[in-house]
């Protein structure tokens, strides 16, 4: 069983900077993968950038050189630093974690809440 809170967003213009942070609770034996995904009003929720347990990570081409994921093993907490917003950044923003909760092979999927980023011109 894993927990995810999210926190970090916000009102911005666009040019401007956010970082969301999302901190993992529960058991939590090893992680696969974590990452961010987002949706905007009328679109499909979509993958912003994902980070494998060694450390690689993959972004979508709409965010890279701007957008950058990150982060604290010993806190279990993953970071996204959004930099050059753009109103097209516009959406709610998940923070997802794929992990193992103890030695038998089998995922745990587990979803953050939510929170919103609004990017005005």
């Known amino acids: 069983q894993v927990h995810l809170v999210e926190s970090g967003g916000g009102l911005v213009q666009a040019g401007g900077s956010l970082r969301l942070s999302c901190a993992a609770s529960?058991?939590?034996?090893?992680?696969?993968?974590m990452g961010w995904y987002r949706q905007a009003p009328g679109n499909q929720r979509e993958l912003v950038a994902v980070?494998?347990?060694?450390?690689?990570?993959t972004y979508a081409d709409s965010v890279k050189g701007r957008f950058t994921i990150s982060r604290d093993n010993a806190a279990n907490t993953v970071y996204l630093q959004m930099n050059s917003l753009k109103p097209e950044d516009t959406a709610v923003y998940y923070c997802?974690?794929?992990?193992?909760?103890?030695?038998?092979?089998?995922?745990?999927?587990?979803w953050g809440q939510g929170t919103q980023v609004t990017v005005s011109s």
């Open positions: 997802n974690l794929k992990s193992r909760s103890s030695v038998a092979p089998g995922n745990e999927d587990t």
């Open positions: 529960g058991r939590i034996f090893s992680i696969n993968v």
């Open positions: 980070m494998d347990s060694g450390g690689d990570s």
